[in-house]
């Protein structure tokens, strides 16, 4: 799907709306959210996130009710950080002129909270209050999600479950709001997904609504071709498809939650993000494929902090079991690989840095015992771009394009690492090399 078919949507559509802390942090945002709404007949389900930060030094509701339930065995305590919270919610209530009354939710959640509900209990009331006042504020039912997202017993999503209950509950409701971030567990107690899962309700809502489109309406007009904070002003991404995506957010591009991908990349419903603040930005849509190839590379995003154990050994290509034996020393001590780039006689891994901290001479003496190398060693400070594109499976000379920007730059590239896919190609430069080299990536490839 692209641009065009997107915008050919029939009005019938069913549009699934997902909208973020910073466009619920107050009641003007709240009346923003509401013309959105109100401006597709198709928006019919919502999910909102917690109030977010209102200024850069204000509290996010979630963080305050986290705060809640650390300070829970002490009332006058818990009383004090309530309180903010519910300051909170009245701003919002009286700024939209609603005749919301809380009074009996608020008493109800400080109850629970003090009666060890649980941390995520607490958590999830930011979402359930701040879905109470939207829905009054539409006019469209309230849906728990604590009835409709399921986890089980272990504590993972049933995705399945879920689908099956929640189908069946939106046919019974043609307009509903449907809080974010949690669900229940299958004895009934409240359970959270992580830190930004309002993303992975708005998801599951998509798949189980079979939307046209899920709208992920947060701060930003979606995605940017590189870290703003490093390029100055990336162009935005228009197009991207869920492949792409998941290369880009694993190497720390954030917008979106990683998880939310799942249940609508699975379903084959495209996600659109866009901009609350300025509705008319048509924002980035994520497809599952596309044949708008306007440019080779997507986007390039990048990481510090990891290290890369080097093994050498004359003869190791021809070692049955070589490798395993090496793994098996990081599995052994929970330590997960991120690319395992090899020679002949020579075998790379590339682990965070934090993750083999605790347990680095170990590792080094586990290896040489399972494998007797001729050499090893750690070094640190390496730093990973990832070059995304899935212009570059027709394109040749892309790694060339690559390797001209970094010796242009004078970097020296440590480790080099293309799927088979082709889409993806990610280079290890040194840390203090991680900025240069993303500076001369982009020029070489977008301007
Ligand atoms: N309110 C939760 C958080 O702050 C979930 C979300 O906003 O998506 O992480």
Not at 4 to 13: F, G, K, L, R
Not at 104 to 110: A, D, I, P, R, T
Not at 188 to 209: C, H, L, N
Request: some cysteine.
């Amino acid at each position: 799907m692209n641009r065009e078919n997107i915008a050919s949507v029939p009005e019938d559509a069913v549009k699934v709306v997902k909208f973020g802390g910073s466009s619920l942090a107050d009641a003007e945002h709240f009346r923003m959210v509401q013309n959105i709404i109100t401006a597709e007949p198709s928006r019919r389900y919502v999910i909102p996130s917690a109030p977010g930060k209102r200024f850069k030094e204000d509290d996010k509701v979630t963080d305050l009710l986290y705060k809640c339930y650390e300070v829970a065995s002490d009332r006058e305590e818990l009383k004090k950080v309530f309180a903010r919270v519910i300051e909170r919610y009245e701003l919002i209530i009286k700024g939209l002129g609603l005749t919301l009354d809380l009074t009996e939710e608020y008493e109800q959640v400080q109850r629970a909270i003090r009666h060890h509900a649980g941390r995520d209990y607490a958590a999830s009331r930011g979402e359930y209050l701040n879905g109470i006042i939207l829905a009054n504020l539409l006019g469209y039912d309230f849906i728990d999600a604590a009835e409709v997202i399921r986890f089980s017993d272990n504590g993972a999503f049933d995705g399945e479950l879920t689908n099956e209950i929640l189908a069946k509950a939106l046919k019974e409701h043609t307009h509903a709001v449907i809080p974010g971030f949690y669900g229940s567990m299958p004895n009934g107690t409240v359970k959270t997904f992580s830190r930004g899962g309002s993303d992975i309700t708005g998801s599951i809502v998509a798949r189980a609504a079979e939307a046209t489109i899920y709208e992920n309406w947060t701060d930003v007009s979606g995605f940017l071709m590189a870290d703003p904070r490093i390029i100055d002003d990336p162009r935005p991404i228009e197009v991207i498809t869920y492949k792409e995506l998941r290369e880009l957010s694993y190497m720390g591009a954030t917008v979106l939650h990683q998880d939310s991908i799942f249940p609508v990349r699975f379903a084959g419903i495209p996600i659109n993000i866009r901009n609350t603040n300025a509705p008319e930005c048509a924002g980035t849509m994520i497809v599952p494929t596309t044949d708008d190839l306007k440019s080779i590379i997507t986007g390039i995003a990048g990481k510090t902090g990891f290290s890369v154990i080097n093994i050498e050994k004359d003869m190791m290509n021809s070692e049955l079991g070589f490798g395993r034996r090496v793994l098996a020393v990081l599995e052994k001590e929970n330590v997960s690989f991120e690319h395992l780039p090899s020679g002949i006689d020579t075998m790379s891994i590339i682990v965070s840095t934090s993750d083999i901290a605790p347990c680095r001479q170990h590792v080094i003496d586990e290896i040489c015992r399972a494998v007797e190398p001729e050499f090893i060693s750690i070094e640190d400070d390496l730093a990973l771009i990832a070059v995304v594109g899935r212009g570059m499976v027709k394109a040749k000379g892309t790694a060339a394009k690559l390797f001209k920007a970094c010796a242009g730059a004078d970097i020296n590239i440590r480790m080099i690492d293309q799927g088979s896919s082709e889409f993806n190609i990610i280079i290890g430069v040194e840390a203090k090399d991680f900025e240069r080299a993303q500076k001369a990536i982009y020029a070489e490839f977008v301007k």
